[in-house]
Structures are given as C-alpha cells and as structure tokens.
C-alpha cells in the first residue's frame, strides 16, 4: 500500500512564499492498495494536483472518502477532473449529515449552485456514484477495506482506517479529544467522563493497530485553550493518540494556515523536545510525502 | 391491545415529525444560541428539559444513519457522540418548528404536564441513585420521567376530540386516564408513547417501561420501579398534573423495593423543594404573567 500527501494545510489553502516547502493546499490524502486500487482521503485543493497525474492513465477509477464537508475539505471537488471525462468512474463516500438529514450527494450539489459555480452537477460526464457510510462498516475497495470511524469535530467527521494484505493506516479527519462540558464540581461532571473515556476506548479499538497515522495537530497546547471546541488537536494530543494505539509512524497534518515553514518547524521541534523517546517515527506532513507500507 | 386504525397510526407517526417544542426550551435555545461562546452544559441542561427536543434528538442519533454500537439514552451522550455543535443546531431546527400552544384544543394544559414530567424525571434520578445505582444509570430514569406521558401531547395535538373526551371521563369519574383513552381512542398513551419510541429504535428497556408503566401485572424492573413511584410521588403532592387524577388507591401500587410506607419514602428523598422551584421555572408555571 502506497500513501502520498497532497494537501496537508487546515482551514484555508495558503500559498506564497513561507510555506513552499510544507504546501499550501489543503487536505487531501492519495492511498494506492497494493493492486493500484486508487482511494482518496478527503478533497481539498490538494486533490487538484493529484488530479493532474490521473489524466496520463483513462479511464480513471476513484473511490473518494470525504471526512467532513467542511470546505477545506471539499473545496477541490468540483475540480477534479476526471469528473468531466465520459468513462471515468468517482464513487463519492462520505458521512449522513443529521442536521440537513441529507446523505453524501448534497455535497456536490451545494457546490455546484448555479450562483458559486459554472457547471452543474449533472453536467458532469463521468459516472458519479454517492455512498452514504454507516459508522464502522467496512466498504471494499480492490484488495483494500476502508471502514469509517466518527471522531469529534464540529460537523459529524469520520475518520478512516485504510487497510490492505495485512497494512494499515489511519487518517483522523479534523478531530479534537473529547472535553468534560462539566467542571469537576458539576453533578454531571463524573458521569460525562465516564462516557468520554468509553468513546475514547471505543475509538482507540476502532483505529486498532496500523502502521501509519496521520492526525490532525493543529495548534501547539499555548495556542490551544482559546481554540478549545473548535474540533483540532494538538501536538500532544497526536503524539498521544499514536502512543495509545500503538503505531510504527504519526505523521502531523492539518497546518495552521498563518504557520510559516520556520515557525511549522519551530512548534514543532518545541513539541518534541517535551516528548523524548516516542516509540515511534514522527514527522509534519508536507506535500508530496509518500510511504510505502 | 391496540384498536387504533391503520389511518390513525400512520397520522400520528408522521405528524410528530412536526411536534412544535415547549415555549421556555424554544427561548432559551434561540437566545443562547446567538451567543457564539455559549457553555455546552447551559444548552444541554435546556434540551434536556423539553420532552419534544429530547425525544427529537435520541430519534435521530439513534436512527439507521449512523449505526452507532450501542443506544444512546440521554442528551449528554448525545453530545458526546455527535458533538456540541451539531446538537445546538439539531436544537435550533427543533426551535423552528415552533412552540406549543400552551392550551391544545382539548384543554390540556401542556405547562403543567411538562411540570409534571420534570418533576417525575427528577425524583425518578433521585429513586434510582437511592434505590437501584447498580441496576442502571439514574439518567435512564431521569430520560424515562421525562417521556413516559410523551403520548399524551401526541394525542393532545393530533387526536384533540377523542383525547378531550377522555380527559373529560377521567376527571369527571375519577377513572385512571389510560383507561379512559382506550375507550375513546383505541389506545393508551403508554402504548403510543412506547410505538414510537421503538419506532425510533430507542433502549429496549425505555421502550418496555414507556409501554408498562400503567401495565399492574408486568416483571418490575428497576427503571420501571423508579418510575412508578415517582409518578405516584408527584401526582400525590399534585406537583403539574398530566391528567391522571390522584386516587388514594395508587399508593396500594407502591413497588415493594422501596418499602410500603409512603411518607417515609418521601422522607428519605430530602426537600423536593428545588426541584419543584426550577421545574416551575422551566414549565413556566406561576410566571406566565411576567412573560
């Protein structure tokens, strides 16, 4: 199984000068099963250069898992090109939303509004299909099994668990650790910890055991308390989650947008130096990295 | 045994869908909700004090669509599934649906139902943390309180004619209101209430206590028992009144895990003052006038 990062930046693309070496696309994920099947993690502008290395090879078949509908990660939807190609086939996998009560098909649809784009959805020529996913059922890609698994972020988001002949690797979407609404004086304080450790366990045994994990590390913890409830994590908190499963290499993603390459490196080598001796290989992601597991 | 025709059963499962919330629960969520930084515990603490939004929201969390592992039986492990801001949202859409009436056609006053189930909702808790802790989770009970009379706004917005006929024969012969809608409705609002709560793949044991809990010759469970005993609680100390007139004879249907003497049992709660004081508050009962 191949991975290569094509956006790693949060929140909004950011290009220029500062950030050239780390990217300024946002996210998006390419995963290659070992029989070449094409998976991509999430669409946003990042899925635009990857398009571009489709077209030398039609017709294309992807199969896109969206985390959420946010707009970093939706945003290079109507931009990836083999949608406009007659014989291409994009299969489009995402979450229900409980409050719209729509399924994944409204996410091209809210894009492609006459008012915010030129084309219509139904203008497009591939064959389009829309799967809506249920929490922690599998789905068959090739010689891959891609299961979806809800984390917590403002919107429902599903992180995603690759795995393919015995390798795996797990992306978290946007994900923040779940926080005690209670203050430990509240009545309620005890109770609501108790279901926040069970989702925790239940997602630690979710994610299982892989040999990559790519997490959202937005901020630095002095960032974080006024960014609490805005559904990101933190440095610690990604070396924290790899420590709890178990993997081989963390990969941080999900940059902030106003991080320049020299302040991305600093924060995180300020991060480091307070963890000594992981038990595993940890790195900022950056575009164009690949692993090959 | 339900007599309900095809047609009624159909109209009521789909007309809930509509069910406007309580006036105090509609304010609150459209007041706090303009505040961006409004605390999660404020909100929680108001949805789970309307019977419609609560009974909205374990509808769609439990629904096919997400096919969580296990059941999700209150608001806070809603939150913690879903997330605060979905859950305010989910709230805001509920709020827009609009607000009850304070009368139904009928003549049922809905302020003092939900005084009702606030006030059985919360000695339920308190049963439940004195008497069974480790049977089950006293916000199960707290949950089963607050809807286990849900059927009776059902009926009062949906059924309005039938319904007021029984209300009517309830207090008019002081018979047992379940009693009286079978007569006039077909069915009772227990066996609706608990029709829907399946229907929305509730807890199976919620369900089973919705649908027994005027049932004599059941298995008692513990939430069943906390249940019962806080209805008799309150409907004694006549705290709202869903239209079920007190008769002596309920205290003969004390569960006997709680022992038979009424007023002991009462005693050992501590003062119910407070929570009558903030049921009130939120059915707004005794401050309509102010408003």
Redesign the interface.
């Given at each position: 199984m191949k991975v290569k990062m094509w956006g790693v930046r949060g929140s909004i693309p950011s290009p220029g000068p500062k950030t050239v070496r780390y990217g300024g696309n946002t996210t998006c994920i390419e995963v290659r099963s070992d029989d070449d099947s094409l998976i991509v993690l999430d669409a946003g502008t990042g899925i635009f250069p990857l398009a571009q290395t489709l077209l030398a090879r039609l017709p294309v078949t992807a199969n896109i898992f969206i985390t959420h509908t946010h707009w970093d990660h939706i945003q290079g939807l109507p931009f990836f090109v083999p949608l406009y190609i007659p014989g291409n086939k994009v299969r489009i996998h995402g979450a229900?939303d409980?409050?719209s009560?729509q399924g994944i098909q409204q996410v091209m649809e809210v894009q492609m509004q006459y008012s915010y784009f030129p084309i219509r959805e139904a203008e497009l020529k591939a064959g389009i299909e829309y799967v809506?996913l249920?929490?922690?059922?599998p789905v068959s890609i090739g010689d891959a099994t891609v299961t979806p698994v809800?984390m917590?972020?403002?919107?429902?988001d599903l992180g995603y668990r690759v795995e393919s002949n015995g390798k795996a690797m797990f992306f978290t979407g946007d994900h923040e650790p779940?926080l005690n609404?209670?203050k430990p004086e509240?009545p309620?304080y005890a109770?609501?910890q108790g279901?926040?450790d069970l989702?925790q366990a239940?997602l630690q045994a979710a994610i299982g055991k892989v040999d990559l994990l790519v997490c959202d590390s937005a901020y630095t913890m002095a960032e974080y308390p006024p960014k609490i409830?805005w559904?990101h994590g933190t440095f610690d908190h990604a070396f924290a989650m790899a420590q709890q499963v178990g993997v081989k290499q963390l990969v941080c993603t999900h940059h902030e947008p106003t991080r320049s390459d020299e302040d991305l490196e600093k924060v995180f080598a300020e991060a480091l130096s307070r963890h000594s001796g992981l038990p595993f290989e940890v790195m900022l992601a950056y575009e164009g990295l690949e692993f090959e597991l | 045994m339900s007599q309900l025709t095809p047609e009624l059963e159909r109209k009521l499962m789909t007309a809930v869908e509509r069910m406007p919330a309580f006036p105090k629960s509609v304010q609150s969520i459209l007041e706090m909700t303009r505040n961006i930084n409004c605390?999660?515990?404020d909100l929680?603490g108001v949805i789970e004090k309307d019977p419609v939004m609560t009974m909205k929201i374990l509808r769609?969390?439990n629904s096919?669509?997400?096919?969580?592992?296990s059941k999700i039986t209150s608001v806070?492990?809603s939150?913690?599934?879903?997330?605060?801001?979905?859950i305010k949202?989910?709230a805001l859409?509920f709020a827009a649906v609009g607000i009850l009436p304070r009368f139904s056609t009928t003549g049922f006053d809905i302020q003092r139902y939900l005084l009702h189930s606030l006030t059985v909702a919360a000695v339920a808790r308190i049963l439940c943390e004195k008497y069974a802790r480790t049977e089950l989770?006293p916000?199960d009970c707290y949950i089963a309180g607050l809807l286990h009379d849900f059927g009776k706004v059902v009926f009062a917005q949906f059924t309005s004619v039938e319904f007021m006929k029984a209300l009517a024969t309830a207090a008019d012969f002081g018979k047992p209101l379940y009693l009286a809608e079978q007569e006039h409705i077909g069915a009772d609002h227990a066996y609706v209430g608990a029709l829907l709560a399946k229907r929305w793949q509730f807890a199976d044991t919620l369900v089973e206590c919705i649908r027994d809990h005027h049932k004599e010759a059941v298995e008692p469970t513990a939430m069943l028992d906390c249940l019962r005993m806080a209805d008799i609680i309150c409907r004694k100390h006549a705290f709202g009144d869903a239209g079920n007139p007190w008769r002596e004879e309920d205290l003969t249907y004390i569960p006997a895990r709680f022992g038979g003497d009424f007023e002991a049992i009462v005693g050992r709660l501590g003062s119910l003052e407070k929570i009558v004081e903030d049921a009130q508050s939120f059915a707004q009962i005794g401050t309509e006038r102010a408003a």
């Open positions: 229900f409980i409050v009560m809506t249920t929490v922690g059922q809800l917590n972020h403002p919107v429902t779940w609404i209670y509240d309620e109770d609501y279901m926040m989702r239940e409830g559904g | 605390l999660p515990k929680v769609v969390i096919a669509y997400y096919g969580l592992p806070g492990q939150v913690v599934y879903l997330g605060i801001n979905t949202n989910l859409s989770d916000t």
